[in-house]
């Protein structure tokens, strides 16, 4: 089963610079966020402090799992990886904590920003992945295909 054309080298690069960027200004506006937050003198001001670290976390995670999808595409694409290689060890990771609205309410604009940004990049990764493995969202998995045409085979 060959690569869908729904992913080709050029949607891969240009995604891949994307979140280059943003894992930059990511790791940028999140340090200097922490600076300017200085030692927590009330309760407000420490909830505000876990609240950065907290989304700091989900969102660099979500980033750096763009990412690594993004470099077993490209090494795919150059030929260092096989197909199967890359649908085995090449999947996205799909239970991505989402950013929670109390913590986001705490951060700096342009960091809500950010993590907004960091959210609709993974949710296009995800759909390209969807389209890539020939998934349905919310349809049958592979073994429940399986067991449903086995079913169907032995009538039962």
């Known amino acids: 089963m060959a ?4 992913i080709n080298p050029r ?3 240009a995604l891949y610079a994307e979140a280059l ?10 340090d200097q966020a922490r600076r300017h937050a200085g030692p927590a003198d009330t309760a407000d001001e420490d909830l505000a402090r876990v609240a950065l670290s907290c989304e ?3 969102t660099t995670t979500r980033v750096m799992h763009c990412l690594a999808w993004l470099l077993n595409h490209r090494a795919y694409f150059s030929g260092q990886l096989t197909e199967l290689q890359l649908r085995r060890h090449g999947r996205l990771f799909t239970n991505m904590a989402e950013s929670e609205p109390g913590n986001m ?3 700096p604009p342009e960091v ?4 907004s940004d960091s959210e ?9 992945e969807t389209a890539w493995r020939g998934e349905t969202p919310g349809g049958a998995t592979a073994i429940e295909r399986l067991r449903q045409r086995l079913a169907a085979s032995v009538g039962g």
């Not at 960027?21 to 999140?30: G, I, K, S």
């Not at 809500?112 to 993590?115: A, I």
Request: glycine share 0%; proline share 3%; net charge positive.
């Open 112 to 115: 809500r920003q950010l993590v």
């Open 120 to 128: 609709r990049l993974y949710q296009r990764i995800q759909r390209l």
């Open 56 to 58: 700091a976390l989900r």
């Open 11 to 13: 949607i891969v690069e």
């Open 21 to 30: 960027v943003l894992a930059d200004e990511v790791r940028h506006h999140f």
């Open 105 to 107: 309410a705490m951060l």
């Open 3 to 6: 690569l869908m054309p729904s």
